[in-house]
């Protein structure tokens, strides 16, 4: 496939479908040449459930990507998100011939395959299976490139992403039938993690909570690896339609509501205060309590972080979490959320968006956008990583056709 | 309905109903084994299963082997669709099963291949050879997963269909049945001993002959409900205190959540069966504290008798069921209102006669059970109840004590006994013909049959109002009439309330003052137990109107079950750990 260094990152999310093209310069920087950006239909916890609608908006994203960056869009980076995502942990073990004492690349292949041969339920296929580390002899070496050194025994780590097949291949059609060639599918999670955390972050651990319109995505690392990541169904969207029940106020009133007044953490300032709505004519319309609205936000948001907090805690990581909870997606501009993320999971908690990018970027600074810009930045590391391989992308979308 | 008299007066050898229970698939085969172990009294345990070296480990007495040709002895692999095609292919074989309208229990444990595939198949095989079909169903623990839940709620709406009572027992409620730290093995094993004491408890009370008998009509009317979650407990006891330890035993069974649970029941059967000690007072004891925890207008339909090989235990079992899901009001919902008035009376009568001999189970029998059929068989009630007063007690005795406790009661109550029966003729003319003629033939259909008499018992109240000896009589006949009456008017509940209070009143102080007045020589125990028992039989006269409070309560529960979800009511729901989590927070955890 002839590549440029141009890559393209596709989000079809539950409120918005959002294309980033992005330039990736000699030096690595990644220069953003435009971002196209419709709003969504036909998309629902992440999902495409209305081909027909989402198309509509694909096209039009398309088309305003191609505009603002002044590129024909061939190929794009495909995010996929959904409960359905899992995630699991693997280790593949071999042993070295006995006249054999330098790891070769053969070994590691061969590692590699065990590692990743984990049985994963018959609907599901493999998103990412993602090197975490490399142990020569034992536990206590981890080693990233163990090509050239000695040893008897070789194991690897790898973290293993999987997803229901037909769901992926439903969302992969769909950016086909554009028609737009899909280069490779990546979890939103995984996505997002490549712009929102730098090395060091990686490498003293992190949790990536990327809280966007339908879903909520998040991501674990520690130690530099990738060690856990999922998915919960929960985002923006049910707060939305939260709050327009229990006000019994339309959803889009509810929207504004949550976007001007809404706050994660009850404050005291909202007792007894109240918001007027306006009615279509610009007349008074109903009175929301303050205080209620932001309950609302607080236990919906609560329950997403304690799930998640559950999540994680069960592999007990959040010890060698250094770096704390990194907060991005269009959600995460919700007030009071960080103190509230802070609160649950006892860590450090920050907003955070995009870095590591220029151009317009500044423009983008907006944590809605990690997810495509981090399609771009996870493109870079790919294309990176594997150079050499001539199987490279074309083989990767075969493990999707069936 | 299985009645002692009539099996008295056609066929002295069929005293018992041909009890089939059948195990189906892995969890199926282990309720027989745990059943089988336990003992269960005439009944026939067969196992079902397309896996043959499952089967070939089952106690069973008879093995079906499913889809011989199909799976080749293999299992079905968690494919209901091999299941049903296994069944299928032996559908024969289970027909043959069916033969001689028995009552068969189906036992499955749902979300599996075999189980769910071959359950539907079973019961409706069952149902179209006139078998009662009762169905056990186990449920997948949730985390099984969302698809074998889905293909095990697939499966008991179609066994809804063919089943004349369906319960189910959630395996996410097994962490309650045992201690924490309790292994594994001892979770499964206590599941499997629910059901099959449930199983062995409906079977002993249908087969057993009750002083104060419950039939399968009454254990419909307890088992109504859609999509229930059965309540099932049972104690035995014995020692000074066994009345109240058997109770407590009882309560304690995780089903009925400490007894929490049965103050949302409607109505529940209560069996109580003892040796020859038993005494009344024990009885009455008993059914205080049992009524303790049910719903002050719940309808009980109490049950006693006699059984010999209890020794000095006595035992009580507590059947009821709480819906999970709306009742919906179809023609069944009506029929089986019949059925719950008819054993509501079936109950006032009993306890009535009750007064008059204190302390003995042997009369109760005699007057109860008339009048629990009374509502079936109105017509014979015109034709027999002028004429025929002097056969009856004959028959009510006999039948009564027949084998087993005819001895009990002599022994215990010999100067009694007597005293009894001369009451009894006295009340009984009517109620003793109808039995006759109804029980012999509607046996299990006698649901459907309800509707058909409901307009004769009101005219016999009218021709019999003249009479002024049979004042008694006609009181009964107020209380059977009652019935028939309702379920026409069933669909508008509100309707149904109105006429109930106003017949009610009249029938319950009469029979009090009837039976004090011919039986005054009584012991001074009897006058507490007449009392209690009529406050039992308050309650439970009133317990036609409680459906309406009842379903209203109900309709509360509907929107907590199925809040809105708003602009997620389309599309699939995420569920995690149980929890809808498209309904708001807010709503859920308020």
Known sequence: MAKSNIYVGLEIGTSKICMVVGEVKGDGAIKILGVGQAPSRGVRKGEIVDYDNAQTCLHEALVRAEDRSDVIINNVFLAITGSHIESLNNRGTITLAGDQNEITEEDLEEVKEIARDVPIPQQNVFLHSIIRHYFVDGQDNKVQNPIGMLGTKLEADYHIVHGIRTRIQNAIRCVREIPLEVEDVVFSGVASAQVVLNKDDKSRGAIVVDIGGGTTDYVVYDDGALSQSGCVGIGGDHITNDISIVMKIPLSKAEKLKVEHGSAMIRESDEGKAIKLEDDMHFEGKEIDAHMLNQVIHMRLREVFEFIHKKIGKGSELAKIGAGIFLTGGSSKMEGIDKLAEEIFELPVQRSSIRSMSGTASAFENPQYSTPMGLVRYAQILDNDKPVKGKGIVGFLKRFKK | ?590
């Open chain 2, 1 to 590: 309905m299985l009645e002692y008299r009539r099996e008295a007066k056609d066929s002295p050898g069929a005293d018992s109903v041909a009890v089939k229970v059948i195990g189906i698939g892995g969890a199926g085969a282990n309720v027989l084994d745990r059943m089988a172990l336990e003992g269960i009294e005439g009944a026939e345990l067969i196992s079902m299963n397309t896996d043959v070296r499952a089967l070939g480990t089952s106690v069973a007495n008879t093995k079906v082997q499913l889809g011989k040709a199909l799976t080749q002895g293999l299992a079905a692999g968690g494919d209901p669709e091999l299941g049903a095609q296994a069944a299928e292919e032996s559908q024969a074989e289970i027909r043959a099963i069916m033969q001689g309208n028995p009552i068969v229990f189906v036992c499955a444990g749902l979300g599996g291949g075999t189980g769910s595939g071959a359950a539907p198949l079973v019961a409706k095989i069952a149902r179209e050879e006139g078998a009662f079909v009762v169905s056990f169903m186990t449920m997948p623990f949730s985390f099984e997963g969302r698809r074998r839940l889905e293909q095990a709620e697939a499966t008991l709406r179609s066994l809804e269909v063919y089943s004349n009572a369906l319960v189910t027992f959630d395996n996410d409620r097994m962490g309650d049945l045992v201690l924490p730290k309790e292994g594994v093995s001892a979770a499964f094993s206590a599941a499997d001993q629910i059901i099959s004491q449930s199983v062995r408890a409906v079977c002993n009370m249908v087969n057993q002959r009750g002083l104060v008998q419950v039939g399968l009509d009454d254990l419909l009317t307890a088992l109504k409900s859609h999509e229930s979650r059965c309540l099932f407990g049972y104690g035995q006891a014995k020692g000074d205190n066994r009345a109240q330890e058997a109770v407590a035993r009882a309560l304690k069974s995780p089903l009925l959540d400490k007894g929490a649970l049965l103050k949302n029941a409607k109505n529940a059967i209560v069996q109580v069966s003892g040796g020859e000690g038993l005494t009344l007072y024990e009885v009455e004891i008993l059914m205080k504290e049992v009524t303790k925890h049910l719903q002050e207008n719940a309808q009980i339909l109490f049950g006693l008798s006699a059984d010999e090989k209890l020794g000095e235990n006595v035992s009580v079992t507590i059947i009821s069921s709480v819906s999970e899901n709306e009742v919906k009001p179809e023609g069944k919902g009506g029929e089986t209102g019949t059925k719950e008035k008819a054993a509501a009376t079936a109950v006032a009568a009993a306890t009535a006669p009750l007064v008059s001999t204190p302390e003995e189970p042997v009369t109760e029998p005699a007057p109860e059970e008339p009048t629990a059929k009374k509502p079936d068989a109105p017509l014979s009630v015109e034709e027999e109840a002028g004429p025929e007063t002097a056969p009856e007690p004959e028959v009510a005795p006999e039948p009564v004590a027949a084998p087993v406790d005819e001895d009990v009661a002599e022994l215990e109550l010999d100067p009694e006994p007597e005293i009894a029966l001369e009451p009894e003729p006295e009340p009984e003319p009517e109620p003793a013909p109808p039995l006759e003629p109804v029980t012999e033939e509607p046996a299990p259909e006698s649901v459907e049959e309800a509707p058909a008499l409901e307009p004769e018992p009101e005219v016999t109240p009218e021709e019999e109002t003249d009479v002024v000896s049979e004042l008694e009589e006609l009181m009964m006949d107020d209380a059977v009439e009652e019935p028939p009456l309702v379920p026409p008017a069933e669909r508008t509940e509100t309707d149904e309330v109105v006429p109930d209070p106003a017949p009610k009143p009249e029938p319950e102080p009469a029979p009090i003052p009837a039976a004090a007045a011919k039986i005054p020589p009584p012991r001074k125990k009897p006058a507490p137990a007449s009392e209690e028992t009529v406050a039992v039989e308050l309650p439970s006269t009133e317990a036609e109107p409680d459906p309406t409070g009842e379903e209203a309560h109900q309709e509360e529960l509907i929107p907590k079950r199925k809040p809105s979800r708003g602009r997620f009511d389309k599309s699939e729901p995420t569920i995690i750990d149980g929890e809808d989590l498209d309904v708001p927070t807010f709503l859920r955890k308020k």
